[in-house]
């Protein structure tokens, strides 16, 4: 019998780096978002944990893409991008991002980055 914990999942929700007002990170680009990104998708499966990224724009597709997402599987936790939440324009679709995850994987834990460097760190807090 093993002691191995099967894989936990996890959702990373965020704003595809096509959509992001970069002028809040002087210095970044849309391609280097991406990468930091796609380092993050990458660290959380060294972890040990199934992951999937979910990119969404601001707000004509949003919605169902997350929906979909969520509707796929069941996570063991959610991950919130700091795209979604910090600028104020983009309030009410982080509402709806949220309330999409609380009905529809109420059983997972939610968990919010500050930055595209750290999903895995906040992943992993809720996944221990």
């Known amino acids: 019998m093993s002691d191995e914990q099967p894989a936990k999942s996890v ?3 965020g704003l595809d780096p096509a959509f992001v007002d970069l002028s809040a990170m002087p210095g970044f680009t849309a391609a ?3 990468a930091y990104l796609e380092s993050q ?4 499966s060294e972890l040990g944990h199934e992951v999937q990224s979910c990119l969404i724009d601001t707000g004509e597709t949003a919605e169902q893409v997350v929906e979909a997402a969520l509707r ?3 996570f063991d936790c959610v991950v919130i991008g700091a795209g979604l939440r910090e600028p104020q324009e983009l309030l009410l679709l982080f509402e709806k991002v949220l ?3 609380h009905r529809l994987a ?3 834990t939610i968990a919010f980055n500050s930055s595209p460097t750290d ?3 906040a992943a992993q807090r809720w996944l221990g």
């Not at 998708?41 to 959380?44: S, V």
């Open 106 to 108: 109420p059983r997972a």
């Open 41 to 44: 998708i990458n660290r959380i």
């Open 119 to 121: 999903t895995a760190e």
């Open 11 to 13: 959702l990373a929700i």
């Open 32 to 34: 280097m978002v991406r």
């Open 99 to 101: 309330n999409l995850v």
């Open 72 to 74: 796929a599987r069941r």
